[in-house]
């Protein structure tokens, strides 16, 4: 996501700097759209869902009960709704990036008039609200990870390893 939030950075500077169009930028200008999660959370909860299938009081621990049992019923329900829904409103963005963009044979965003977009407030704003909300996402992301982290160890210490 990393080279997500770098794309964005440049194209935010182009835009606020009116800088000069150059080829390297098409690219640019496609990476700063996308999510960066993708299938991310392929995250299987089978083990979680056995758990629970077998009976939850097979832990001892109330303690390591009550953060796994928060862990998937909520944390992650919470990341899986934020991860599925989309940065901004679908509809706006693509009539917007058709009407912008043409898209290159390998799907590069090319500006249809450059010296029109770097004047378009819209596009500015658009552009940061992706960017925003990617960094939003990741710092759900990075929560959730911590907490399972945080669980792991309850877990091993009930299975005293």
């Given at each position: ?29 496609r ?5 960066g ?9 089978a083990?979680y ?15 390591t ?9 909520n ?23 058709i009407?912008s ?32 909300e ?14 399972a982290?945080?669980?792991l ?9």
């Amino acid at each position: 996501m990393n080279g997500l939030h770098v794309s964005s950075e440049i194209i935010l500077s182009v835009l606020k700097d009116k800088a000069v169009y150059n080829d390297s930028l098409s690219h640019h200008f496609r990476r700063a759209t996308w999510s960066g999660v993708g299938n991310l959370l392929g995250i299987s909860t089978a083990g979680y869902e056995a758990l629970k299938t077998e009976g939850l009081d097979i832990i001892s621990s109330k303690k390591t009960r009550s953060e796994i049992i928060d862990y998937f019923d909520n944390e992650l329900q919470e990341l899986k709704v934020r991860i599925e829904r989309p940065l901004v409103q679908k509809v706006i963005t693509e009539e917007y990036y058709i009407k912008s963009f043409y898209q290159s044979y390998d799907k590069a965003f090319i500006p249809i008039e450059y010296d029109q977009l770097i004047e378009d407030q819209f596009c500015y704003s658009l552009y940061m609200k992706l960017y925003t909300e990617r960094k939003v996402l990741i710092m759900f992301i990075s929560r959730a990870l911590e907490r399972a982290e945080q669980v792991l160890v309850l877990i091993k210490d009930e299975l005293g390893e």
